[in-house]
């Protein structure tokens, strides 16, 4: 299978900035999407890379580095509603499918 | 409102049983994906669909079936129903399938096998 790394917690306070870390296979790498759960809810998504650098979308930026096969969701000006789950999420070419780890489970306290 | 359904919401059935869960992807939209998501676990893929074809397989055993129709709704038949079964069933579409696509996640179908 595709390994992919990223925290299983993480918390943070309203107002803070948080990062939530992946890692990923190199092997027949396309792009890393990001997508945020609620509990009970269906997966939205949040951003996507293909390419290097840094890509913001409003409070949430996402920043790939494909030489370090690594990738990153920021999250600024946290909101009690961003407490939810995480999952970065490469496409790689030969598999033609999405593959989603196990998620970051982000609590943002008051 | 991601535009995608899925029926039945919830589904309660026996061991051994078989059922279906069905899914109408977004308007326009010609792929779908099912993923099976255990409870505090990550999303399974299950399987691709694309344009009435499958595209891809994931970790779908062999009690699990799918097809997508001519109007592209899709149907994941699950057989031989075992406890382990239980989870929520979500279906996703996207316009190509590519890489690049955005996927759009149905509301799911919590199976629970009891």
């Known amino acids: ?110 | 409102d991601s535009g995608v359904t899925q029926t039945p919401k919830h589904l309660i059935t026996a061991t051994g049983q078989r059922v279906t869960l069905r899914c109408s992807p977004r308007s326009g939209d010609l792929s779908v994906y099912w993923y099976q998501q255990s409870l505090d676990q990550g999303l399974q893929f299950l399987i691709h669909y694309y344009n009435g074809e499958e595209r891809a397989k994931g970790n779908i055993l062999e009690r699990f079936s799918a097809q997508q129709f001519p109007d592209l709704h899709s149907e994941l038949n699950l057989s031989s129903l075992e406890l382990g079964d239980s989870a929520l069933y979500f279906c996703a579409s996207s316009l190509s399938g590519s890489g690049t696509d955005t996927q759009y996640f149905g509301p799911g179908t919590r199976l629970t096998v009891l």
């Open chain 1, 1 to 110: 299978g595709q390994s992919l790394e990223q925290p299983s917690e993480v918390t943070a306070v309203e107002g803070a900035i948080v990062q939530i870390n992946c890692t990923y296979q190199t092997s027949g790498f396309y792009g890393l999407s990001w997508y945020q759960q609620h509990d009970g809810g269906a997966p939205t998504f949040l951003s996507y890379n293909a390419l290097d650098g840094l890509e913001e979308t409003g409070r949430f930026s996402s920043f790939l580095s494909r030489s370090d096969s690594y990738g990153y969701l920021l999250l600024q000006e946290l909101q009690m509603k961003d407490s939810a789950s995480y999952f970065c999420a490469p496409w790689y070419t030969g598999r033609r499918a999405l593959t989603f780890g196990s998620g970051t489970r982000l609590q943002v306290q008051p």
